[in-house]
């Protein structure tokens, strides 16, 4: 095995663990723990540039010494194996404990929508048992009022339904049945269809017909046919005690392990558009099975044309559940129009790119603040996930090499002080 560049080592010692991948036709050792199906290997060996990705070590450097962020993780796969892995920093400002990209657990926040709701989501679509197009009030009798009963399970997925973005679900000495009541009661803003409106009500309703459905609670009919088949023994909501020491912590009001979004936790943290905890080494499990449509060995999930249904852009730039790539923001300059992802409040990011075989995961904890107090400028975050995406598609060589950018966002800082 081929030493690892001096840059390397200052990273695994200064930022956090670093992997040290194999050269082009060794065999690669399997990890420790997490992805066994993921290989390890150089870039190399899948078309792409380890001068080139090195270069992250430097991005994500930036963030974390302006304090963006305490530690990252990120993992970055091609055509079926792994090529880029590591943990950054810390997982706060104070403990010194590094980050590890398969063992340090993050709130993913809004990652929830699809690595949960809308996974499950295309696991029943597939079998048949969710019909998208069917009226949500044939799944909840309760979702009524005014054109409520035109809205479809499509239009929830695809953010059209007409509902608010939001709707404070916490009721001093109210439990989770109260919430999930305000959720469903809420009125529609708009006629259903018209127009689009990010909403977090929308895949807490879309959760709710899942329950309903498979006769569980989302998390447990999670773990049943998604996490567990898949081996994510990482990634769940509501982390128990033992686990608190491995997860990175969010707004110093939350315990670790307590999810930080409030109409999550007022929903008994298990909710529909947040509440969702996993490593970057679990993700990648999830973001290899999205490539390979649906298939993991000898699982299926779901198939190849359920893969295509939900990632295709509809009206604008949405998917099912899934944003797609328009160029630009989070998915940087780079990814394809097929490309689709999604991002996370907290500050966590992942990427899929079908034409390129290429998944991108960021995850931060961005949310928890600077080491002297106050949340640092989101511009810091913005930036560091978007240079990360740009370097992992300029790393790829096997089309036309692009030239790299005059100077890379987290270079500029604009907005960062």
């Not at 050792?29 to 150089?42: D, E, K, L, M």
């Not at 007409?162 to 809420?186: D, E, K, Q, V, W």
């Not at 973001?287 to 893969?307: E, H, I, K, P, W």
């Not at 790539?325 to 999604?342: D, E, I, K, N, V």
Request: glycine letters at 12%.
């Amino acid at each position: 095995m081929r030493p690892l560049p001096l840059l390397h080592v200052f990273s695994a010692f200064v930022l956090g663990t670093a992997f040290a991948a194999p050269v082009a036709g060794q065999r690669p050792s399997p990890p420790v723990t997490g992805h066994a199906r993921i290989p390890h290997v150089a870039p190399e060996s899948v078309s792409m540039s380890t001068e080139r990705l090195a270069q992250i070590d430097e991005v994500v450097r930036r963030g974390i010494s302006a304090g963006g962020f305490p530690g990252a993780a990120v993992i970055i796969g091609r055509r079926g194996a792994i090529v880029w892995e590591r943990g950054y920093g810390t997982l706060d400002w104070q403990s010194g404990v590094a980050v590890d990209a398969e063992r340090t657990m993050y709130d993913v926040a809004s990652l929830t929508k699809v690595v949960a709701t809308t996974a499950a989501s295309m696991v029943l679509a597939d079998r048949g048992k969710l019909r998208l197009d069917e009226p949500v009030i044939h799944y909840l009798p309760t979702f009524k009022g005014g054109s409520k009963g035109e809205v479809t399970i499509r239009d929830l997925l695809a953010h059209q339904s007409g509902l608010p973005a939001g709707r404070i679900l916490s009721r001093r000495g109210a439990g989770p049945a109260s919430a999930r009541r305000l959720a469903l009661t809420t009125p529609l803003v708009r006629v259903p269809g018209t127009k689009s409106e990010y909403s977090d009500l929308g895949l807490d309703v879309v959760g709710f017909a899942i329950e309903r459905i498979t006769h569980e609670p989302l998390d447990k009919y999670l773990r049943r046919a998604v996490y567990t088949p898949l081996g994510m023994s990482s990634t769940m909501f509501r982390p128990g005690p033992t686990l608190r020491s491995r997860i990175a912590p969010t707004e110093a009001q939350n315990a670790r392990g307590e999810v930080h979004d409030r109409n999550a936790r007022a929903l008994g943290g298990v909710a529909g558009h947040a509440g969702l905890f996993a490593t970057a080494g679990d993700l990648a499990v999830f973001a290899q099975v999205m490539l390979d449509g649906g298939v993991a060995g000898s699982t299926r999930l779901f198939s190849d044309s359920t893969v295509q249904t939900f990632t295709l852009p509809g009206p604008g730039w949405r998917g099912l559940g899934w944003e797609t790539c328009s160029g630009g923001g989070s998915c940087g300059r780079y990814l394809s129009p097929r490309a689709f992802g999604h991002t996370g409040f907290t500050g966590t990011l992942m990427w899929i790119d079908p034409e390129r075989d290429l998944f991108v995961i960021v995850l931060t904890n961005w949310i928890h603040g600077r080491a002297q107090g106050g949340t640092a400028p989101v511009a810091v975050l913005h930036d560091v996930r978007a240079d990360v995406v740009d370097l992992a598609a300029l790393a790829i060589t096997d089309g036309e090499e692009l030239p790299l950018p005059w100077r890379f966002r987290s270079e500029l800082q604009i907005g960062w002080w």
